[in-house]
Structures are given as structure tokens and as C-alpha cells.
């Protein structure tokens, strides 16, 4: 499970940063911890629950055909009622639990918003409207969470006793009160007792019904992750040398056709300094990202040392680009070796 949180955020960390222009960042830490720790606890509880369950019914079954096989052949007309039972509750509920995950991952990305901002919502002291907005998601996770559990508690296992009973009486009036009498009162007995037990696994396997269907959501979403894009790189390994910059008649844009950058034309000679001035939002962050090749190019070439950006690899372009924001971000390590 440890791999599998690794993996996750080794998966994260190689999306291309256009997938997080529309994934926020609560949703990527829900995949990351949340629902990690769902599939945790589908090996733990549900996995051990049904070997257990399953050895239980394997030794029921294997007692009842020993005593008598006929009755053992009325006894075992449940499991299709409870395969029918788990295939309708998973067909409701695959819905339901599909909607709470993506609430849980709305929760966290409040979470991370209202912290991150948590000095400006206090200087305008936006605190109730923040409260109230981030309960509404609570309260669309609280009720729709309850429904499978309802389900499970107050008709699947009610359904599967009720089955459980009118085998008996079936049992009873094809046996028990048989004319032949071939069946004795001990076996009867024994197998109405051996009945009863097999109906304990089986409605625990249906209450584990919800957890594993959960887990199934969360498998989902954390493979959706792990199967998503990555950042592409070229294969030129060769270090950059003389820093020569040229932009080729570059034009970009987020998304669709919205071009946020339009036929830009430059040129940077080796050891010179160019300053890129303009208003917010005129594109000039967006053409430092381009230079890092954090997003593919609509149309156009980007050209280090005579060669396509595209075309180098990951080792050459992060060892002879590098980007100094505007914003300092300090890390927990030590100023020094100790």
C-alpha cells in the first residue's frame, strides 16, 4: 500500500502542468491520500472478511452434502438470491459512491483554498461566508454516504433472512413432513442448525458490499491518475552550450482557440539579457513557461542552441533552463550540512 501511495504521487508529479490548469489541486491530494487509504482498507477488512466467510460456507456446504444431498440442493437455491441481491445494490450504489468521492475531493479542495487564503479571508472577515460555503459540500457527502449503508441495513439483510426462512419452510414441508420418513429428526435438525449458520457469512459478505464498492470508486480514480498523460521530452541528451534563444513565429492558447500568445517572434543572442515588459496578463509568464517546455506549443518552434525545444530531453532542458520566480517558496532543509 506504501508502493501504491508512491506510485500515485510519482504519477502526479509527471502529469504535464496543463492537466492542472483544470484539476485542482484538493481533487489530486483526495486521489493521493483518501482514496489510497479506501483500497488500504478493502485488503485489510474486506479481503480478510471474505476468505473467512468463504472457508465458513465452504465447510457449511460440504456438512449439509454429507448428510443428505437433497436438502443441500434446496439449501444452496440462496446464493442465487444473493448474487441477484449484490449485483442490483451495486448497479444503485455505484452512482451514489461515485458522487461522494467527488465531494470528498471537493471538501479537500476547499480546504486548501480557505488555508492557503486564510490571511485575506480574515482581513475581510469573510469567515462565515466560508463556513457556510464549505458546509454544503459536507452535507452532500453526509446523505448520500448514508444510502448505501441504508440499503444494506434495512433490505439486504432483511432480504436474505427472509429467503433464509422460506428455504426452511421449504425444507420442512419437503422433509420434515414427509409421508416416506426417510429423513431423520436428528438430520433435520442438524441441517436447519447448519442453515442458519451459512446465513451468517452470507449477510456479512453483503454488508461488506458498501466498503467494496467503495474501494472499486477510489480503484477508479487512482488508476484514472496513474494512467493519465505524462510530460513529454525529446531524446537529445546533449547539454545546452552557447544559451541562444529563438522563438519561431510562436502562437499558444490554453485551451480551444483562445490564443493567449499570437505569432511572437524573438530572438536572444548568446550572453544577452532581453526584458519582457507589458500588463497582467499580456502572456509574458506564459511565454517563461513555454521556454520550460511546461506546455506543448500550438503553433510555431521554440529553438535552444539551434535545436527544437521539443527535441531535448528532460536532463538537458531542467540543467540549462532554469526559472526564478517571483514568489519565494522556502523548504523545510537546512541552510547547511550538519
Not at 77 to 104: C, D, E, G, H, K
Not at 146 to 151: D, I, L, N, Q, T
Not at 233 to 251: A, K
Not at 277 to 292: D, I
Request: proline share 5%; net charge neutral.
Amino acid at each position: 500500500m506504501q508502493q501504491l501511495r508512491t506510485d500515485v504521487m510519482d504519477a502526479a508529479l509527471r502529469q504535464p502542468l496543463s492537466e492542472f490548469d483544470t484539476q485542482p489541486v484538493g481533487q489530486v491530494i483526495s486521489r493521493v491520500t483518501n482514496d489510497t487509504e479506501v483500497i488500504r482498507d478493502l485488503y485489510v477488512t474486506v479481503v480478510a472478511t471474505v476468505l473467512r466467510s468463504a472457508a465458513l460456507v465452504g465447510a457449511m456446504l460440504v456438512a449439509m452434502f454429507s448428510l443428505d444431498w437433497r436438502m443441500a440442493l434446496v439449501a444452496i437455491m440462496i446464493f442465487p438470491v444473493v448474487l441477484v441481491v449484490m449485483v442490483i445494490y451495486q448497479r444503485y450504489s455505484t452512482p451514489i459512491v461515485r458522487r461522494v468521492r467527488a465531494y470528498l475531493a471537493d471538501i479537500n479542495d476547499g480546504f486548501n483554498e480557505i488555508i492557503n487564503g486564510m490571511s485575506v479571508i480574515q482581513q475581510f472577515r469573510q469567515q462565515a461566508r466560508f463556513g457556510e460555503r464549505m458546509g454544503r459540500p459536507v452535507v452532500h457527502t453526509i446523505w448520500p454516504g448514508c444510502k448505501p449503508c441504508a440499503s444494506t441495513v434495512f433490505c439486504c439483510v432483511p432480504l436474505l433472512s427472509l429467503f433464509s426462512s422460506l428455504i426452511l419452510c421449504g425444507l420442512l414441508m419437503l422433509f420434515g413432513f414427509s409421508a416416506s420418513g426417510t429423513i431423520e429428526v436428528g438430520v433435520l435438525y442438524a441441517f436447519i442448525s447448519y442453515l442458519g449458520r451459512l446465513n451468517e457469512p452470507l449477510i456479512e459478505l453483503t454488508t461488506q458490499q458498501a466498503m467494496l464498492q467503495q474501494a472499486v470508486v477510489a480503484g477508479e480514480r487512482v488508476f484514472e491518475l496513474m494512467d493519465g498523460p505524462r510530460q513529454q521530452y525529446g531524446n537529445d541528451d546533449r547539454p545546452l552550450q552557447s544559451g541562444t534563444i529563438e522563438v519561431d513565429n510562436v502562437s499558444f492558447a490554453y485551451r480551444d482557440d483562445n490564443l493567449v500568445l499570437k505569432n511572437i517572434n524573438l530572438s536572444v543572442p548568446s550572453r544577452n539579457f532581453v526584458a519582457l515588459v507589458g500588463h497582467t496578463g499580456s502572456g509574458k509568464s506564459t511565454l517563461a513557461s513555454l521556454l520550460m517546455g511546461y506546455y506543448p506549443l500550438t503553433e510555431g518552434e521554440i529553438r535552444l542552441d539551434g535545436r527544437p525545444l521539443s527535441s531535448l530531453s528532460h536532463s538537458a532542458l531542467r540543467q540549462g533552463v532554469a526559472m526564478v520566480q517571483q514568489d519565494p517558496v522556502c523548504w523545510r532543509i537546512p541552510s547547511s550540512p550538519t
